[in-house]
């Protein structure tokens, strides 16, 4: 409900309910805040915020209220310029900051600060304090975060954040009244995989980017891009920076429905892969049989490439979950959609499509993130999202706040009232039930955590499902216990507003994801005949586009490995993978014999190796394209630098080699073109680059032949950088692809889509996306980034499978081993980056306590795990939380290459 209040004797509407901060920020008014956050609430501890309130027109003389302590009343009337409250505000800040530094020159957060902008919003450009100013030493804490404890305010928003909001339990405060310290008890790495949030949350320089502190750049001085992180399925939103030919940085890109505020500690710090030394910067060829190759120019890569594409029924592309759509389409349009393949594991193949089958033909619809954080209820099934998709977990971390929340609105606590709110539901928390192979990183959430195999996870989610919809498969053979288990969660889920069901592809089960998916199912055929919100069913996959490949339906991997290699002869061309992470060496190997290989990719690895033709692929950084998430979102990222000359995007390539080998064929020439082909081609695809996806882009190409610009008006140094090689400013790079520039002259676009950076007068630091928000909290102002491709059709049999699995019985001598997903260390791109290999923990196998000890096993000793095409040699961890008969390894593990996971497998103590 909308209401109007007076704010200096102008009428502004707002939403009931607000706070009166919040409803003057959401109105574009300028008023100073430190302790008050969008995410964290208010708790009015700073005291910055403060405004005159009035209670009648006849009243003269007001009352000094904090904006963010207040609600929004209808005709309310409040003063921001009044003479006393700019008094009281500028005192506040005087106060805040005796015992800061004067470093501004040399902080890592001057230029984007927002005390520096409060203070001068505030007036205060003086300092009269001529005494000792209190001094802290600070603390190491870890690769990602720089401590400099001496420029702290005491807002409280960082042990808020990390222990109130993302659960962490290593950051605090300690001591009273002046003397406050925020840091760990004593140096070490934060434990958090949300750490490097405090970055952002920090309003001043006490918690900065160490990774960007080893190549640091003002800001001003940053050419930045929107894009999406590449680390994970949930497609969080992001801003790169660069300089220099370099990514700098990755901030937070905000999106209501996606990621919101928040990055995870590897979507913010695993961009350093894209500056690696080891990239793949040039063309280089073989010749077949040879041992060594050369690197080629632009002209001797054509040729070549016209030589081994030809059109024959032996020419085959492999695609890859981490290209972009445009890219593994080109590629598909380069070898036939008959000769495209997924170029993921036959396991993955599998869990995949029980993935896409659930959302095209489920009745239940997938939530954004945002809409998790609103459920009310949970049962995850299978998976730790901390590890897979730590998006997700915190996502969580807020759906269990929101039945003890209702009751603090009931006692007329507003949810803003964080401090109220937090007194009221002390330690409460809302239904979350967790069933997986071992511990996780939310079971002190959770309010019951079962520990099994996935057979019995499966099973354990049908018995769920069957209590609240009957037709549901039955499941025989249930224990007592679990029976009485799935009633209880059946129940929680029946009575929730918006229940909610989570599982996903990390523990590699076919039948958990069906199982998860009977649930949701059984749950919406419960609901169907009353007014209450649709239950909600949340899916992870493994890989940044893992279900953009899928919509373009590639034929198995498995499929094409089957047929073999020798005697085939043709060509293979690889498209940003390495086969041999997918699949047993021995059938990689027999696919390539006899055949050429060409390979796109900007890592080196097994596969480029082998290869006949390697070609530089840009990364995410220096091209521009399109991501599916989880949901089904199709999201556009954009270059924030121009490649090397010997770099292109992949799609680029192959349509050059398309071109050079086929020419009458007239492949498509530009981004657009292979778009329109690409929607033409699948129509899933259709609405991902309509015309009113993109009438903002169009419009701001043609603004007096104007783009965005993706440095600042302040950007300095163009000349300069380039004085070694040239004293004449060179032309910026041309950018065909995108509605952005690689200069500082532009049209600054208002499309949430395009937004390269936040920046408004008075507004320096991250703070002002406030500027650019419909109302604070809400959408950006032209829309948020992204297109949903998939929505859930009518419920039916096919719903449900067609009977339980058995349930998993141990064998003797013999474990299950399953995935073990790692946030650090677990993902392919991000292990490339120096900051996150110095948090990936040692690579260890996972096993029951007792299983352990009936091996004569201690923690830390070493085992072998002997199976067909596997062997390893490991430490072992041993955990009483776990599955006996299961065993749990960590992915990643380097130089192992392709796993066949789950597996069965010998386990033994290692010899001396």
């Not at 953009?548 to 198995?556: D, M, R, V, Y």
Request: with cysteine; hydrophobic share 40%.
């Amino acid at each position: 409900m909308r209401i109007r209040i007076l704010v200096d004797g102008k009428s502004f509407g707002v939403k009931q309910g607000d706070n009166l901060l919040h409803a003057c920020l959401s109105n574009g008014l300028d008023l100073p805040y430190f302790c008050w956050h969008p995410l964290l609430g208010s708790v009015g501890s700073c005291r910055q915020c403060a405004v005159k309130s009035y209670d009648s027109e006849d009243d003269q003389e007001g009352r000094m209220v904090m904006a963010c302590m207040e609600s929004a009343t209808q005709g309310c009337r409040i003063s921001i310029d009044d003479p006393e409250a700019v008094r009281f505000r500028a005192q506040v800040i005087e106060w805040l900051m005796v015992n800061h530094p004067h470093d501004c020159a040399v902080c890592d957060e001057g230029g984007e600060c927002h005390l520096q902008d409060m203070t001068v919003m505030t007036g205060h450009d003086h300092r009269r304090y001529r005494f000792t100013k209190s001094t802290h030493r600070n603390q190491d804490l870890g690769p990602f975060i720089n401590h400099e404890m001496n420029r702290c305010i005491t807002c409280y928003r960082c042990v808020r954040f990390y222990r109130d909001y993302a659960g962490g339990e290593d950051l605090n405060a300690f001591g009273a009244h002046d003397r406050m310290y925020f840091g760990r008890q004593s140096d070490g790495t934060l434990e958090s995989p949300f750490s490097g949030n405090l970055v952002e949350v920090c309003p001043t320089g006490v918690f900065t980017d160490k990774t960007f502190k080893a190549h640091y750049t003002r800001k001003w001085d940053l050419q930045t891009s929107p894009s999406v992180c590449v680390h994970c399925s949930l497609g969080c939103n992001t801003l790169l920076g660069e300089r220099y030919g370099e990514v700098r940085r990755v901030l937070n890109r905000y999106n209501a429905d996606v990621n919101g505020y928040l990055l995870c500690d590897r979507g913010r710090f695993g961009y350093d892969f894209v500056n690696s030394e080891q990239r793949i910067r040039e063309p280089h060829g073989r010749q077949a049989g040879a041992a060594a190759g050369e690197d080629l120019d632009q002209e001797a890569v054509l040729e070549r490439c016209a030589s081994l594409l030809k059109t024959d029924n032996s020419l085959v592309g492999i695609g890859s979950p981490r290209a972009s759509l445009e890219a593994n389409f080109a590629l598909r349009e380069l070898v036939g959609a008959d000769h495209f393949y997924s170029g993921i594991s036959a396991q993955e193949y599998e869990l995949e499509g029980a993935v896409l089958k659930a959302l095209r033909e489920g009745p239940v619809r997938t939530p954004s993130l945002r809409e998790v954080e609103s459920a009310d209820a949970v049962l995850l099934l299978g998976e730790d999202p901390t590890d897979s998709a730590p998006m997700l977990a915190l996502a969580l971390r807020q759906s269990v706040r929101q039945q003890p929340l209702r009751e603090a609105m009931k006692a007329g606590i507003p949810q803003w009232h964080d401090s109220a709110v937090r007194g009221m539901i002390q330690d409460r928390k809302g239904p979350l039930f967790v069933a997986t192979p071992v511990a996780t990183a939310l079971d002190d959430i959770a309010t019951e955590a079962l520990r099994a195999a996935p057979d019995d996870v499966a099973r354990l989610g049908l018995a769920v499902a069957h209590v609240i919809d009957p037709q549901a498969p039955a499941v025989g053979g249930l224990a007592a216990a679990a029976q009485a288990l799935a009633k209880r969660i059946a129940a929680a889920l029946l009575s929730a507003e918006r229940p909610l069901v989570v599982s996903g592809t990390a523990c590699g089960s076919t039948v958990v994801i069906q199982a998860a998916a009977a649930v949701a199912t059984a749950l919406s055929v419960a609901r169907a005949q009353t007014e209450v919100d649709p239950p909600l069913l949340f899916l992870t996959l493994s890989e940044c586009n893992s279900l953009g490949l899928a919509l373009l339906n590639p034929k198995p991997l498995a499929q094409l490995l089957k047929s073999g290699g020798k005697g085939v002869g043709g060509t293979a061309v690889v498209l940003e993978n390495d086969l041999f992470r997918r699949a047993p060496a021995e059938q990689v190997d027999a696919l390539l014999e006899g055949r050429s290989l060409v390979v796109l990719d900007h890592v080196p690895h097994a596969t480029t190796e082998r290869a006949h033709l390697v070609l530089p692929a840009a990364t995410f950084a220096e091209s521009s394209g399109t991501l599916v998430n989880n949901e089904g979102r199709a999201q556009q990222f954009h270059a924030a630098l121009a490649p090397a000359a010997a770099i292109r995007p992949s799609w680029s390539w192959l349509r050059g080699a398309h071109a050079a080998a086929r020419p009458l064929e007239a492949p498509p020439v530009s981004l657009e073109d292979l778009r329109n082909a690409c929607a033409a081609a699948t129509p899933e695809l259709a609405e991902v680059w309509t015309p009113a996806a993109t009438a903002e882009q169009t419009q701001t190409l043609r603004y007096a032949e104007e783009k965005v610009p993706r440095a600042s008006f302040r950007a300095s140094g163009r000349t300069a950088m380039h004085a070694h090689l040239n004293v004449h400013e060179p032309s910026p790079p041309a950018d065909a692809d995108s509605a952005l520039a690689f200069t500082m002259e532009g049209f600054s676009s208002p499309d949430g889509q395009l937004i390269p950076s936040y920046w408004a007068p008075g507004w320096n630091s991250v703070q002002a996306l406030n500027k650019f928000q419909s109302e604070i909290g809400g959408e950006q102002r032209g829309g948020d980034p992204g297109v949903r491709l998939i929505e859930p059709r009518a419920a039916g049999p096919s719903c449900y499978p067609d009977a339980a699995p058995a349930a998993y019985a141990a064998r003797d001598g013999e474990w299950l081993v399953l995935a073990l997903p790692r946030i650090f260390g677990g993902e392919e791109l991000s292990n490339g980056s120096p900051a996150l290999q110095e948090r990936t923990p040692e690579a260890r196998l996972v096993l029951h306590a007792e299983d352990g000890r009936a091996l004569g096993l201690e923690d830390g000793d070493e085992v072998e795990v002997s199976a067909p095409g596997c062997s390893l040699r490991l430490p072992v961890t041993l955990l009483d939380d776990a599955v006996p008969g299961v065993a749990m390894l960590p992915l990643g593990i380097p130089g192992k290459g392709y796993l066949a996971l789950p597996l069965r497998a010998s386990i033994r103590r290692a010899p001396a």
